[in-house]
């Protein structure tokens, strides 16, 4: 990974409202959420989530495929798991066991990444 596509996935996270999004979808999982119902439930309007799912897409933190009328956002556990690695990848000036936990548990996450095929198109 690239130290700016770290900077830009860090900076997207670096913001209550978006990493409430961002935690919301980690929890629903591969299968992600509608766009209406995060707004719902994050009591968060739909114009402010709209922004801030476009910046969670940008920085490839979030994947959105449509499902009939509804944009489905997912967490892409992918570029999570590469985040992880990166930020722990040199761990600790040549003592890499400090850091082999956390190392194993990004290379090993338990959840999929969500289909990427299917993603909606920017305008």
Do not use: H, W
């Amino acid at each position: 990974m690239e130290l700016s596509d770290a900077t830009q996935r860090l900076s997207a996270l670096a913001q209550d409202s978006r990493l409430e999004v961002f935690r919301l979808l980690v929890k629903v999982g591969p299968g992600g959420m509608a766009a209406g119902e995060i707004a719902r439930t994050l009591r968060v309007p739909p114009n402010t989530l709209s922004a801030q799912l476009l910046l969670l897409s940008n920085a490839k933190l979030v994947a959105a495929r449509r499902a009939g009328r509804s944009i489905i956002y997912a967490v892409n556990f992918e570029s999570i798991r590469d985040l992880l690695v990166f930020l722990t990848d040199d761990c600790c000036g040549g003592n890499p066991q400090v850091c082999a936990p956390l190392t194993d548990i990004a290379r090993n996450a338990c959840c999929e990444p969500p289909d990427q095929k299917a993603t909606v198109p920017r305008r």
